[in-house]
């Protein structure tokens, strides 16, 4: 598995040496875009409008737009050094709580942890006080340029960090549009509704959800596939033609050269008073 970050997480005097793992992934189908007349991908290139030309990565600086069109250019190596700087302090545990008291709307992003060298005892250590107590710590940390609030917990017989939004990050729920206050309900409604629910009531099994899109999408595709319906191949950009005979390309370069080139102003014709004038003061 590959590790995606290696650090220490602390708490109190305890420090245990870590190696961080993503804990899930994607398994979206991607779709490309193609040109329909000629089934070459879409190619997406980066350009300045007012330059009106193509832009290199080595010509973008990143910036914060604090109003419309007034941006704070922030420098790379600025950048890189505040990174540095938090990276290289621990993940600190700050709190302990119950699980249940952190409701799912913050929860992100989950990574595995496993104990770098060295760090096997402690990593048992924090294992095995979070089990015995039901507790999760609190802990600030870095992960890609971004200041993360995280819950570290035990999952099976693995520590894991779940990264989680801070409060600002949450919009406020008195903000969503047309949601009623108190609405009268019929007893008779609000059983019924309650012995379906205890019907419908099991215990979580997360093996028995299935992605059916994403199965249905990759069956299509495989069908399609296979009975050659709808593939296309990618049209080949057509290379420029060489030249067959170099002298022939020298000299058709010379001949676009010289008629791009600006022809050299003639020398004005002296007149007939000009040289009567320099004949009388001789």
């Not at 030309?53 to 941006?71: C, S």
């Not at 790379?76 to 545990?93: G, N, R, S």
């Not at 033609?241 to 022939?248: F, H, K, Q, S």
Request: proline fraction near 5%; glycine fraction near 4%.
């Amino acid at each position: 598995m590959h590790t995606m970050w290696k650090g220490t997480i602390s708490f109190g005097l305890v420090n245990i040496p870590v190696k961080m793992h993503a804990a899930t992934e994607n398994k979206d189908v991607k779709l490309r875009q193609l040109h329909k007349e000629c089934q070459s991908p879409i190619k997406y290139e980066k350009s300045c409008p007012v330059c009106d030309r193509p832009i290199e990565n080595d010509e973008i600086v990143k910036a914060y737009e604090y109003a419309k069109n007034k941006f704070v250019v922030l420098d790379e190596e600025d950048l890189k050094a505040l990174q540095k700087e938090q990276e290289d302090k621990a993940v600190e545990i700050v709190d302990f709580v119950q699980l249940e008291e952190i409701d799912p709307i913050y929860f992100e992003k989950s990574y595995y942890l496993s104990p770098n060298e060295g760090g096997a005892k402690a990593y048992g250590l924090l294992r095995n006080a979070l089990k015995d107590t039901g507790k999760i710590g609190i802990a600030k940390m870095i992960i890609r340029s971004k200041g993360q609030l995280a819950v570290i917990r035990v999952y099976e017989n693995t520590l894991v960090v779940e990264t989680i939004h801070y409060p600002d990050e949450v919009r406020d729920v008195k903000d969503v549009p047309n949601v009623p206050d108190e609405v009268e309900t019929e007893k008779k409604e609000l059983d019924t509704a309650k012995m379906l629910i205890d019907q419908l009531t099991t215990e979580f099994d997360a093996t028995k959800y299935k992605d059916e899109y994403r199965t249905a999408l990759l069956d299509l595709i495989e069908q399609k596939k296979n009975n050659d319906e709808s593939t296309a191949t990618a049209t080949e950009k057509p290379a420029p033609e060489a030249a067959t005979n170099l002298m022939d390309a020298l000299q058709a370069s010379l001949d676009r050269a010289k008629q791009e080139k600006p022809k050299p102003k003639q020398p004005k014709k002296k007149t007939k008073t000009t040289a009567k004038k320099k004949k009388t003061g001789s």
